[in-house]
């Protein structure tokens, strides 16, 4: 193994985090209903057990539902700025154990130490932006058409939040969900990814600890574990109002059926298939570092790395060549030593999907210009360590359409003006995030506009990954349409209701109505 650099070590984190010695899913926080069969995690960095939980059953299931329906109660009545507060400690607390928890993240998830410590940095922004909000969870007032009336809207918590999310972001997704319903005065159940479940346990415990000094139900956060058939408990559960589930298509697919069947709400964040489309005008210096950290950073595996690379037949051989320059410089190895900047993928399936794009794209036509495979020896005994690979491809074929979730680049060839660009981004069925290269303003605003690019986000001169916390986070089509994070995508954790306030001595009827008894 190569030497891991900092100081702290993964061990210190584990003792940091309270998650040392998991054994038998014995320490998840205060809330620990767990009973079921055992769930092992083993480490993609060095194939090494980092620890045990234990899968929820269905009564334990109904024991933490009860606890969050009881819970819910006395959450909803507390002044949503006194809300703020609380997330408030909890993004001071998770400030205490940034190195700790980011050093896990990547020890259990795989990707860089420096990747590990900016999703707890997303953690922290969301509890900030929370806790500004909850003093801004207004409604609109309107002008009622009746004298002496007033009428008005008001956001009220909607309950139980169900929260499914996947291994890749095993800890900032849950905080963009979490932070925004505890402000909102919703409580909730997080069913984190069955490959990173020690990562879920900190959380728990992080937050549990933070609802016991103040001394408020236990309820108000509760971590469930398991695969998709504990996920169901949640998703046909009609006590659950809202389902925020991150995954795959073919998962959100399921999960929006089943919430849809009991006319609940879901709020998916699924496949991506991004593009950087880099035009005649593109700076090549930024286009390949756009291209190249979106499409190796996380090894591959975030929903908005960069998985195509449409470019100008003009300038076509000069950024294939810069890009697969820029390629023979990665590290691949350990992601918690600093040098390198590619980590494993997180199971050896994930590397079997990988091979298997690599010969479909082949079998395809497709011309590989940078070599993949998977890395074995000394270091790489996990078996999930992959070179980043990249083949030239046409757009149509059937492998380029759809998501492989690794380090996989694509680059496709378009003529003639951007528009033809924006035709080839848009062809797939996935919506997610999307970026275009140019200092040219016609093409820019092409690009931005409403017949430009049709994702969840676009942007001019950066790449598709690493959005804000700020913004709205989430796409269309295939990707699901919700929105997480920023902008006003609280709302979603809410129900509105519109009040109209008669203070006349009349009952005057809507519509003109005469009704006269
Ligand atoms: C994801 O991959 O599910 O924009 C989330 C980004 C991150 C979030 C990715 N802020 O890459």
């Not at 960069?306 to 820029?326: F, G, M, P």
Request: aromatic residues 8%; contains cysteine.
């Amino acid at each position: 193994m190569s030497a891991i650099s900092a100081d702290f070590g993964i061990n210190d984190a584990l003792i940091q985090l309270d998650v040392k010695d998991l054994n038998e899913g014995s320490s998840t926080g205060s809330n620990n209903f767990s009973h079921g069969d055992i769930i092992e995690s083993y480490s993609p960095v060095d194939g090494q057990l980092i620890g045990k939980v234990k899968m929820t059953t269905k009564e334990d299931y109904e024991k933490v539902m009860e606890s969050a329906t009881r819970a819910f109660k006395i959450w909803r009545t507390m002044p949503a700025p006194q809300r703020g507060e609380i997330v408030r400690q909890f993004g001071e607390k998770l400030r205490e154990k940034k190195e700790a928890l980011g050093k896990l993240v990547s020890y259990e998830m795989g990707k860089s130490y420096q990747e590990g410590l900016g999703e707890v940095q997303e953690m922290i922004d969301i509890c900030d932006f929370a806790v500004g909000l909850s003093r801004q969870l207004h409604g609109l007032t309107m002008h009622s058409e009746r004298p002496g009336h007033r009428m008005y809207e008001q956001y009220h918590p909607l309950g139980v939040v169900g929260i499914i999310s996947a291994f890749n972001f095993p800890v900032a997704v849950w905080a963009w969900n979490t932070a925004l319903a505890w402000i909102c005065g919703d409580v909730c159940v997080w069913k984190p990814s069955e490959k990173t479940p020690i990562c879920g346990v900190a959380c728990q415990n992080i937050a549990a600890e933070v609802f016991k000094d103040n001394n408020l139900p236990e309820g108000i956060c509760n971590l469930i574990n398991g695969d998709y058939k504990v996920g169901e408990f949640m998703t046909k559960d009609a006590r659950i109002p809202l389902i925020s589930a991150t995954g795959s298509t073919r998962m959100g697919k399921i999960v929006a059926q089943e919430v849809a069947a009991r006319l609940g709400k879901s709020l998916l964040e699924l496949g991506g298939n991004n593009a950087i489309i880099v035009t005649p005008d593109a700076d090549i210096k930024m286009t390949v570092i756009g291209a190249v950290f979106g499409a190796v950073g996380t090894a591959g595996q975030r929903c908005t790395s960069t998985r195509r690379l449409i470019i100008h037949d003009s300038i076509y051989d000069q950024v294939k060549n810069a890009v697969v320059d820029a390629y023979k410089q990665l590290r691949i190895g350990n992601p918690l030593d600093e040098n390198n900047h590619v980590g494993p993928l997180i199971d050896t399936d994930a590397v079997k999907m990988y091979e298997n794009a690599l010969t479909k794209v082949v079998d395809e036509g497709g011309n590989i210009v940078v070599e993949g495979g998977v890395l074995s020896g000394e270091g790489y005994e996990s078996g999930c360590y992959v070179k980043p690979a990249i083949a030239e491809a046409k757009p149509n074929y059937e492998i380029v359409q759809h998501e492989t979730f690794a380090p996989v680049l694509y680059l496709l060839k378009y003529s003639g003006g951007v528009e033809n660009a924006i035709d080839i981004q848009n062809e797939v069925a996935q919506g997610l995030s999307s970026a275009i290269m140019t200092n040219n303003l016609r093409e820019a605003e092409r690009f931005l506009s409403v017949a430009g690019s049709d994702c969840g986000i676009a942007n001019v001169n950066i790449g598709t990954s690493g959005a804000e916390i700020g913004g709205a986070f989430g796409g269309e089509k295939e990707t699901g349409g919700g929105r997480e994070s920023g902008s006003d995508a609280w709302k979603i954790y809410m129900r509105r209701q519109t009040n109209t306030i008669n203070y006349t001595t009349e009952l005057p009827l809507a519509q003109g109505i005469k009704f006269d008894l």
